[in-house]
């Protein structure tokens, strides 16, 4: 069964709406842990919009799971990443006017400046992801630079208008999937994916992770963090492929 990691920025988010101490995401991420989650994700924006440098560095000290840090290949965010050594980095597009990353990144436009990035991250024992739009270019790209795995952007999934749409979005992820299973990549998902839309996307053999914040968040404001936490896990363990599935 795939890995739920949880993305906490959304907890930051409502502090930063008041220049406050609270919520704090680290206990947040305290939180997750005691709910089941397998990973904890932030996302360290260039312009500190929510997660700031302090909370990334006492997550490294208090986090037990799996560390997944989003960043940008900004030099100064990969200096940072190199002084706290996640045991991931899931190199991701960042526009200073969007809402939330939008898109994949451009792995295949952006190949040498990439690799240079993964090199250095690798170095310093921390595992590579790329986040990418589910494209045969951009798996392959990611695959030549040397990361490490690949997340799929779920976000044409998860907005798709019509059945149909849903149906050929799946399709691409499921080709990507396979894609970079072939060539050696640990393949992650994420992006939109709620309590609603999970079912079909959990159901896909071959994923190793799931990304999940915003709607688990949401849901936490609600019940708590770590029920929240318990019924996404639950959710996945529901839907998950077969082992027949697996082994096909």
């Known amino acids: 069964m795939a890995k739920l990691g949880v993305n906490i920025d959304h907890v930051a988010t409502v502090r930063q709406a008041r220049r406050a101490d609270e919520p704090d995401p680290v206990w947040a991420a305290v939180e997750a842990e005691l709910g089941g989650a397998d990973g904890i994700t932030f996302h360290l924006r260039e312009d500190r919009r929510h997660i700031s440098d302090r909370d990334a560095r006492v997550l490294k000290q208090t986090v037990a799971c799996k560390l997944n840090m989003e960043m ?22 960042e526009r200073r006017e969007e809402l939330t ?26 595992i590579v992801s790329a986040f990418i739009e589910p494209r045969t270019d951009q798996v392959r790209a990611s695959a030549d630079t040397g990361c490490h795995a690949i997340e799929l952007w779920t976000g044409a999934y998860a907005h798709a208008p019509s059945t149909v749409d849903r149906e050929r979005t799946l399709a691409e992820l499921r080709a ?73």
């Open 176 to 248: 990507a999937l396979a894609l970079g299973r072939e060539l050696g990549l640990e393949v992650h998902a994420g992006h939109g994916l709620t309590y609603r839309n999970v079912e079909s996307i959990a159901a896909v053999p071959g994923f190793a992770e799931f990304n999940i914040g915003h709607s688990i968040v949401s849901r936490a404001v609600i019940v708590g963090m770590r029920r929240a936490v318990r019924e996404m896990k639950t959710l996945l363990v529901r839907h998950a492929p077969r082992e027949t599935d697996l082994r096909s």
């Open 101 to 126: 990353t939008e898109g994949g990144l451009d792995v295949a436009r952006h190949n040498e400046r990439i690799r240079g990035v993964r090199d250095r991250l690798a170095a310093a024992g921390v």
């Open 72 to 93: 940008s290949i900004a030099d100064e965010i990969v200096a940072i990443a190199l002084e706290i050594a996640p045991q991931q980095c899931t190199l991701v597009p």
